[in-house]
């Protein structure tokens, strides 16, 4: 009578079968063992069925016994539960997270330049930004009336092309209404890692100083105001950093949730009368505001942020 012992061949079958796809994958470049288990991990499943079939027929014709060697079960029932743990893993896109995490590196690449002509009956330029870390510079083109504006970042990612392709996903959309332009900074696609967030990038505007800018951004903001012509103002949640030079002619008015936060070498005075109430309801703390003139305070800077106000004069 012969003797059937399920798992044995399955075990010893799949284990060569692995062995021989792996080696060649690194020998040819396939990817990692991650990736060639997980695409060749539905041949343990062939495997096992081909064994089971054999097996009820050979028992079926020579009345063969059979016996089940259990530790071949075993493997072979923990190769299954792994190849299908991994399936679960790859349609749910862990496995695929992971691997890019694995192979990422970080690049640093530059977003897409854009020039952005403001007519002579423009009263006033309105810039918006989402996120990140912005810098607005009063800035004297060879052109008059050109706003300039580019950026760089970070990137985790697997090659330099899909960073650069990242970096392609900004965009600078700006429309006309009346005599005011508006301009809206959009950043790349958000990438998130696993628990943690793996790009960053930054803009730099180069604005004309005669023309009026109203500033909002939910990031950190720098200014670089020195040779200002007409009046700024900018809004932000984060810091703001304000670079100003002693030659200047303008009147700062930071605004922020304590008196506290607003530093520089500059002579600070406080504005009576400005405080704004706090609500503990929606847990608002309120608003107060310093001021500092250089020169005659022609043209006025208005600061108001949720954080820090740093004001540098400087040659």
Sequence with gaps: MRQWRVGSISMGLALILFGVLIMVGQIRGWGTSLE???RWWPLVLILVGIEVLVASALAGQDK??????WFGVLVTLFIVLCSAGLYTLTAAGVLPA???ALASAVYSVELPEESIRVDGDVS???????DGEVEIRAAVQEE???MVIFGDGRVSASSEEEAMNWAKGARVVT???GTALYVSLKPP????GLGHVTAEHRWVILAPPDRAIEFSSLGTT????????????VKARGPVAVDLSPSDDVRVLASTVSPDLISGNVAWSTVEGYEEPGDPAMNWPGKAAKTATLGNGRQVLRIDTLAEVCITVSD
């Design 36 to 38: 060639i288990a997980v």
């Design 64 to 69: 063969a016994f059979i016996r089940y060697d």
């Design 98 to 100: 992971v691997q890019s």
């Design 175 to 177: 429309r006309k209404h």
């Design 124 to 130: 006033k330029v309105v810039v918006t930004a989402e």
């Design 222 to 233: 720098r200014v670089v105001a020195r040779g200002l012509k007409a009046s700024w103002t």
């Design 144 to 146: 008059p009336g050109l």
């Design 189 to 192: 696609a958000r990438r998130h």
